[in-house]
């Protein structure tokens, strides 16, 4: 079996134990993984602190911060045929999207590279002539990253790239579910120049290691993806030590489509928006809300693109669909899809296992018009299952979006440009698609309201999450 170790004070090392990993294509252990415990997380924030203040990295200029960061990018781009199969083998996530992600990690942290000498402070023109007043833009300190197992390298490029920018250090604790590609990338990090201690890379399991680490005094700052429930513990947590957080959570995201759309372009950015990542994506469109005198012909058509998708093994470049992480994402798959057809959802495709070895579940969709209110319209599944409403006029398109406890993303399919505004303005969520889904860029703001969290990743703003401004006052 491959062992991997973890990071911390720019030296590899094999953690206070260690635990098995799973294949999620056949379900059997194939590495052996650090797992960090208290212990371990103390000494990495202890580790992270020395280097925020060690004036190697406390007095480095933003431009050689940035010099480092490029380097960084360029080690990742090289890099990443092997990152793209680690992540591919720990997590499931099929080779045609880890490979083609990677290119956007490496993307993300240039950007960064170049933001870090343009996070910037101002002069205020006070109304006193003898005083000259102004902010400085100050890292905030030490930022505890937690990311769970689904898209890694880019959940913690988007965080670790603009802390780094900003002068910040990090310890990251990667899931406890596939973290083979994070504790790869450790390797990767440690040979682009940083002082040591700058990144540290843990992984471990919720209480014992995240736990520790997000209330540890030392951390100034959290920056959490995953679940509500996990960032509920997770608030609590740095309440102790009043640590600001940002969250990027879940979603039930509604994927809205007009009779004048184009057709077949809708169609299928709601099969990528759906079943890509196996469903397993916290802006999948989830929830098809289409007008009800073209439901019965794009449900025909999903369905049958549905059923044609190449299910298969993930280290396959033909494969569209491969396993789901775990084995309890399955089971909750199943839980929802069965509790919600004994409240009368129909099936239109899927909803049984996949027959065989590892965590497959089929493309999946119900029809739950006739129950909105069923468990799966309102709970995210997190598999690649989706739930179909139909509504009459703009007004309802519009209720039904925002019947949401979430607000993460929002596609909208129409040709008619006025009323895709009057919608974007109605829409409750952090993101909103029109005639497109899922783009994203370095360059834009990314992050929701309600149950998807509060913060920004992604674009100036997130860098910005990473400052804390000191207002200088001098008499002349
Ligand atoms: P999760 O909340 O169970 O776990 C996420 C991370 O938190 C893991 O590393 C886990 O070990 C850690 N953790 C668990 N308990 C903890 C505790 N008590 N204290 C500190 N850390 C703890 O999430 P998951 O099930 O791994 O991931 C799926 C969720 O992530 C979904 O809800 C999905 O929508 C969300 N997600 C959001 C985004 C986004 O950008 N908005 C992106 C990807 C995934």
């Given at each position: 079996?491959?062992?991997?170790?973890?990071y911390?004070?720019?030296?590899?090392?094999?953690?206070?134990?260690?635990f098995?990993?799973?294949?999620?294509?056949?379900?059997?252990?194939?590495?052996?993984?650090?797992?960090?415990?208290?212990?371990?997380v103390?000494?990495?924030?202890?580790?992270?602190?020395?280097?925020?203040?060690?004036?190697?990295?406390a007095?480095?200029?933003?431009?050689?911060?940035?010099?480092?960061?490029?380097?960084?990018?360029?080690?990742?781009?090289?890099?990443?045929?092997?990152?793209a199969?680690?992540?591919?083998r720990?997590t499931?996530?099929?080779?045609?999207?880890?490979?083609?992600?990677?290119a956007?990690?490496?993307?993300?942290?240039?950007?960064?590279?170049?933001?870090?000498?343009?996070?910037?402070?101002a002069?205020?023109?006070?109304d006193?002539?003898?005083?000259?007043?102004?902010?400085?833009?100050?890292?905030?300190?030490?930022?505890?990253?937690?990311?769970?197992?689904n898209?890694?390298?880019?959940?913690?490029?988007?965080?670790?790239g603009?802390?780094?920018?900003?002068?910040?250090?990090?310890?990251l604790?990667?899931?406890?579910?596939?973290p083979?590609?994070m504790?790869?990338?450790?390797?990767?990090?440690?040979?682009?120049?940083?002082?040591?201690?700058?990144?540290?890379?843990?992984?471990?399991?919720?209480?014992?290691?995240?736990?520790?680490?997000?209330?540890?005094p030392?951390i100034?700052?959290?920056?959490?993806?995953?679940?509500?429930a996990?960032?509920?513990?997770?608030?609590?947590?740095?309440?102790e030590?009043?640590?600001?957080?940002s969250?990027?959570?879940?979603g039930?995201?509604p994927?809205i489509?007009?009779?004048?759309?184009d057709?077949?372009?809708?169609?299928?950015?709601?099969v990528?928006?759906?079943?890509?990542?196996?469903?397993?994506?916290?802006?999948?469109?989830?929830?098809?809300?289409?007008?009800?005198?073209?439901?019965?012909?794009?449900?025909s058509r999903?369905?049958?693109?549905a059923?044609?998708v190449?299910?298969?093994?993930p280290d396959?470049?033909?494969?569209?669909?491969?396993?789901?992480?775990?084995?309890k994402?399955?089971?909750?798959?199943?839980?929802?899809?069965?509790?919600?057809?004994?409240m009368?959802?129909t099936?239109?495709?899927?909803?049984?296992?996949c027959?065989?070895e590892?965590?497959?579940?089929p493309?999946?969709?119900?029809?739950?018009?006739?129950?909105?209110?069923?468990?799966?319209?309102?709970?995210?599944?997190?598999?690649?299952?989706?739930s179909?409403?139909?509504?009459?006029?703009?007004?309802?398109a519009?209720e039904?979006?925002?019947?949401?406890q979430?607000?993460?993303?929002?596609?909208?399919?129409?040709?008619?440009?006025?009323r895709?505004?009057?919608?974007?303005?109605?829409?409750?969520?952090?993101?909103?698609?029109?005639?497109?889904?899922?783009?994203?860029?370095?360059?834009a703001?990314?992050?929701?309201?309600?149950?998807?969290?509060?913060g920004?990743?992604?674009?100036?703003?997130?860098?910005?999450?990473?400052t804390?401004?000191?207002?200088v006052?001098?008499?002349?």
């Amino acid at each position: 079996m491959q062992q991997f170790q973890q990071y911390i004070d720019g030296a590899f090392e094999d953690g206070s134990a260690r635990f098995e990993s799973l294949d999620p294509a056949n379900g059997r252990p194939w590495a052996l993984m650090p797992e960090a415990r208290a212990d371990d997380v103390n000494r990495a924030v202890e580790a992270a602190e020395r280097a925020f203040f060690n004036p190697e990295w406390a007095n480095m200029t933003a431009t050689q911060r940035g010099k480092l960061l490029i380097r960084l990018s360029e080690l990742v781009a090289e890099a990443a045929p092997r990152l793209a199969e680690l992540e591919t083998r720990d997590t499931g996530k099929i080779i045609r999207e880890t490979s083609a992600q990677i290119a956007y990690v490496a993307e993300y942290y240039r950007y960064y590279a170049g933001l870090a000498d343009k996070i910037q402070g101002a002069h205020l023109p006070i109304d006193k002539p003898d005083m000259d007043v102004w902010l400085r833009r100050e890292p905030v300190g030490v930022v505890a990253a937690v990311v769970p197992w689904n898209s890694q390298l880019f959940l913690s490029a988007v965080k670790i790239g603009p802390a780094l920018a900003a002068g910040c250090t990090v310890v990251l604790k990667a899931s406890e579910e596939g973290p083979a590609p994070m504790l790869e990338f450790a390797k990767i990090f440690d040979q682009a120049g940083f002082p040591k201690g700058v990144l540290n890379i843990v992984t471990g399991f919720g209480p014992d290691c995240g736990s520790v680490l997000t209330s540890h005094p030392k951390i100034a700052h959290v920056a959490f993806t995953g679940g509500p429930a996990t960032a509920r513990h997770i608030v609590r947590n740095s309440a102790e030590n009043l640590a600001s957080t940002s969250l990027e959570l879940g979603g039930k995201s509604p994927f809205i489509v007009f009779e004048d759309a184009d057709i077949e372009s809708a169609v299928n950015a709601q099969v990528s928006g759906i079943f890509a990542a196996t469903g397993q994506s916290c802006v999948a469109g989830s929830r098809l809300v289409v007008q009800r005198s073209i439901k019965d012909e794009f449900l025909s058509r999903l369905k049958e693109k549905a059923e044609n998708v190449v299910i298969g093994a993930p280290d396959d470049m033909a494969t569209e669909v491969g396993p789901l992480c775990t084995e309890k994402q399955r089971e909750h798959a199943l839980d929802l899809i069965s509790r919600s057809t004994h409240m009368g959802a129909t099936l239109v495709t899927g909803g049984a296992d996949c027959e065989g070895e590892g965590f497959y579940f089929p493309p999946t969709i119900l029809d739950c018009t006739a129950v909105p209110d069923a468990p799966c319209v309102t709970t995210e599944f997190f598999g690649p299952v989706l739930s179909v409403l139909d509504f009459e006029d703009e007004a309802e398109a519009i209720e039904i979006a925002n019947t949401t406890q979430f607000g993460l993303a929002s596609g909208i399919f129409t040709r008619d440009l006025t009323r895709a505004h009057r919608m974007i303005r109605a829409i409750r969520a952090g993101i909103v698609w029109v005639n497109t889904y899922r783009a994203v860029s370095p360059i834009a703001p990314f992050g929701g309201h309600g149950l998807s969290g509060y913060g920004r990743e992604g674009g100036i703003d997130a860098a910005l999450e990473y400052t804390k401004i000191k207002s200088v006052w001098l008499r002349t």
